[in-house]
């Protein structure tokens, strides 16, 4: 019931941006946090960024300082803006959302498929 569409993905050269996005859309009565997750083949998925309701964010150490996430409440909406992006950022970057679904008095995790960052040197 609940579905995160992710967009932005793509292939980028090192130094280049890139920015992410991913809308929350179904039975949704608020979302506490929203977030990005990456995972590259052979490595365990890692946290990227995530962000709060009220703007409280963290941040894995090998982004901070290139890496922004923010989010609009208004769309159910998270993006995940990316400067100098570097070889080893390249991976599946998936979204997730901790929602309370309507008619539901509990939180879950939910995921988007996931879209592809391919960074070159």
């Known amino acids: 019931q609940v579905q995160l569409v992710e967009s932005g993905g793509g292939f980028v050269q090192a130094g280049g941006s890139l920015r992410l996005s991913c809308a929350a859309s179904g039975s949704i009565a608020s979302i506490n946090s929203m977030g990005w997750y990456r995972q590259a083949p052979g490595k365990q998925r890692e946290l990227v960024a995530t962000?709060?309701?009220?703007?409280?964010?963290v941040y894995a150490d090998s982004v901070k300082g290139r890496f922004t996430v923010s989010r609009d409440n208004a769309k159910n909406t998270v993006y995940l803006q990316m400067n100098s992006l570097k070889p080893e950022d390249t991976a599946v970057y998936r979204c997730?959302?901790?929602?309370?679904?309507?008619?539901?008095?509990?939180?879950?995790?939910?995921w988007g498929e996931g879209t592809l960052v391919t960074v070159s040197s």
């Open positions: 962000i709060t309701t009220g703007g409280s964010t």
């Open positions: 997730n959302a901790n929602v309370l679904r309507t008619g539901w008095d509990f939180l879950a995790d939910y």
